[in-house]
T-cell receptor, first 115, second 110 residues
Framework: DAGVTQSPTHLIKTRGQQVTLRCSPKSGHDTVSWYQQALGQGPQFIFQYYEEEERQRGNFPDRFSGHQFPNYSSELNVNALLLGDSALYLC??????????????FGPGTRLTVT | RKEVEQDPGPFNVPEGATVAFNCTYSNSASQSFFWYRQDCRKEPKLLMSVYSSGNEDGRFTAQLNRASQYISLLIRDSKLSDSATYLCVVNRAAGNKLTFGGGTRVLVKP
């Protein structure tokens, strides 16, 4: 049973560039959430996708956008990169059933470095 | 005030000893509570959910105190492999957004 997968593993970008990160959820899961984790801090919620729509959003600017595909996989896009966007980006998948949400499982993350 | 607060530690624990630490949350509407474990430069992994009646999983015991709005984690008979950062996680009633604490670092030493 494949767990949550993310690509790429590492990425180095220059300020002002754009980046796309990808996530495939655990088999049987239909909801994908994205988190940003800066060094030494806990993960911060960016947004969540369910049924191909953004359902919730954290305190992140519009430079952060996403998408969910019919197969439940998801992308995170960040435009106009800033040095402060350097972080570990984590994708978590879960199952929402009958209005109840269950535990979230994380992928290995994408480590983004902006220079 | 942060929504979920933890003592960052580190808690230096002799192998075989017991260690316990708490996490406080500010939103009384919080519904679900979890402890995740995160090893250095790895993803968080679910350690255990925390239930109102308290629950135990092997050497790990979690407690929830809704009146005082805190959860706790106790590790008995600590192993070297228990060295990690333990993240307290809270899920509000509305939606499925996890709010993480900053983590408590535990170092188990021989």
């Amino acid at each position: 049973d494949a767990g949550v997968t993310q690509s790429p593993t590492h990425l180095i970008k220059t300020r002002g560039q754009q980046v796309t990160l990808r996530c495939s959820p655990k088999s049987g899961h239909d909801t994908v959430s994205w988190y940003q984790q800066a060094l030494g801090q806990g993960p911060q919620f960016i947004f969540q996708y369910y049924e191909e729509e953004e359902r919730q959003r954290g305190n992140f600017p519009d430079r952060f956008s996403g998408h969910q595909f019919p197969n439940y996989s998801s992308e995170l896009n960040v435009n106009a990169l800033l040095l402060g966007d350097s972080a570990l980006y984590l994708c978590a998948s879960s199952l929402v059933s009958g209005g109840l949400s269950y535990e979230q499982y994380f992928g290995p993350g994408t480590r983004l470095t902006v220079t | 005030r942060k929504e979920v607060e933890q003592d960052p530690g580190p808690f230096n624990v002799p192998e075989g000893a017991t260690v316990a630490f708490n996490c406080t949350y500010s939103n009384s509407a919080s519904q679900s509570f979890f402890w995740y474990r995160q090893d250095c430069r790895k993803e968080p992994k679910l350690l255990m959910s925390v239930y109102s009646s308290g629950n135990e999983d092997g050497r790990f015991t979690a407690q929830l105190n809704r009146a005082s709005q805190y959860i706790s984690l106790l590790i008995r008979d600590s192993k070297l492999s228990d060295s990690a950062t333990y993240l307290c996680v809270v899920n509000r009633a509305a939606g499925n957004k996890l709010t993480f604490g900053g983590g408590t670092r535990v170092l188990v030493k021989p």
